[in-house]
């Protein structure tokens, strides 16, 4: 389960990622949803009926591909100038016959840790 933001053409991205973007919303989210990894979100500004894309991952492993899967959806009449729209989008599960491959296994492959796959 995952979020994503649009916010109206009157306003600022921030206004809609200050909504989220804080450990009131997110670990309250998690909670609800007994996650373990973070939240991956879209931030966006458009006019009313914009697409909204929420990306998704596994709610306890962010580097499980088979679960890297993204919901697009829009409101025909919102967001209004003035408006903010925060969707939440779920998942009952991954790709049932995903073919993307196995993130740690390629980190190990590589030679990277698995824990700092960007070595810093």
């Not at 649009?6 to 206004?15: A, D, L, Q, S, T």
């Not at 997110?26 to 990306?55: D, H, M």
């Not at 408006?83 to 049932?96: D, F, K, N, R, T």
């Amino acid at each position: 389960m995952r979020q994503g933001q649009r916010r109206g053409m009157g306003g600022e991205i921030e206004h809609a990622q200050a909504l989220t973007h804080t450990l009131h919303f997110g670990n309250q989210f998690r909670e609800a949803i007994s996650a373990k990894s973070y939240l991956v979100f879209s931030n966006t500004r458009g006019a009313a009926n914009c697409p909204i894309t929420i990306p998704l991952m596994d709610k306890d492993d962010g580097g499980r591909r088979s679960h890297y899967q993204t919901i697009q959806t829009s409101i025909a009449d919102a967001p209004a100038e003035d408006e903010i729209i925060v969707a939440l989008g779920a998942s009952v599960g991954g790709h049932p016959n995903h073919r993307i491959g196995d993130r740690y296994e390629d980190l190990r492959e590589m030679g990277r840790d698995v824990d700092n796959p960007a070595g810093v």
